[in-house]
Antibody, heavy 123, light 106 residues
Framework: QVTLEESGPTLLKPTQTLTLTCTFS??????????VNWVRQAPGKALEWLTL???????RYSPSLKSRLTITKDTSKNQVVLIMTNMDPVDTATYFC???????????????WGQGTTVTVSS | SYELTQPPSLSVSPRQTATIACSGN??????ASWYQQKPGQSPVLVMY???KRPSGIPERFSGSNSGTTATLTITGTQAVDEADYYC?????????FGGGTKLTVL
């Protein structure tokens, strides 16, 4: 059974740095083709993809947020960490991590999601 | 930057067919995925590689993708299908989501 769980602070002040951890089980980030994403959703808004780290440590970032994001993985702990700098009230959202990957045909989407963690940015 | 456009809302009667469109430049050249999200819940993958259903997704869900439009079709829509639906694709090695379509079954 594949599970993912997000953890981290629920409240931040403007300009602070957000660090979120995704702890997963049921799969390995050493497996060819597998990746872990971070996706956020502001209240009442659409899903917004932030970043992806792949099994081979290849990293992808949203072009609009690239300068503020860092993603890393610790395969021994089955964890992926998101760092987002210079937080602003507009970054208030639920942050999800998800598994995705590629098979012999191509990209197969985000087939498992965590329950999400709500982050509020307010002075 | 690449954009995927979805109608904000769609209403359908029970047992009718719901067709949710997602448009983007040369979208047919890419793989489209679709996610269902109910209020207060995490998204669920309901279609990938344009027309493949993950295990556990009912057969009434189907998908297609050609030209500039990907389509998610729900045949015999049920009340339980009321949710937000998001399309998603890759462009230049980054992930893009559509703006979402709120499907109302009434």
């Amino acid at each position: 059974q594949v599970t993912l769980e997000e953890s981290g602070p629920t409240l931040l002040k403007p300009t602070q740095t957000l660090t979120l951890t995704c702890t997963f089980s049921g799969f390995s980030l050493n497996t060819n083709g597998v990746g872990v994403n971070w996706v956020r959703q502001a209240p009442g808004k659409a899903l917004e993809w932030l970043t992806l780290i792949n099994w081979n440590d290849d990293k992808r970032y949203s072009p609009s947020l690239k300068s503020r994001l860092t993603i890393t993985k610790d395969t021994s702990k089955n964890q992926v960490v998101l760092i987002m700098t210079n937080m602003d009230p507009v970054d208030t959202a639920t942050y999800f991590c998800s598994r995705s990957g590629f098979d012999l045909v191509g990209y197969y989407g985000m087939d498992a999601w965590g329950q999400g963690t709500t982050v509020t940015v307010s002075s | 930057s690449y954009e995927l456009t979805q109608p904000p809302s769609l209403s359908v009667s029970p047992r009718q067919t719901a067709t949710i469109a997602c448009s983007g430049n040369k979208l047919g050249d890419k793989f489209a995925s679709w996610y269902q999200q109910k209020p207060g819940q995490s998204p669920v993958l309901v279609m990938y590689q344009n027309d493949k259903r993950p295990s556990g997704i009912p057969e009434r869900f189907s998908g297609s993708n050609s030209g500039t439009t990907a389509t998610l079709t729900i045949t015999g829509t049920q009340a339980v299908d009321e949710a937000d639906y998001y399309c998603q694709a890759w462009d230049k090695s980054t992930v893009v989501f559509g703006g979402g379509t709120k499907l109302t079954v009434l």
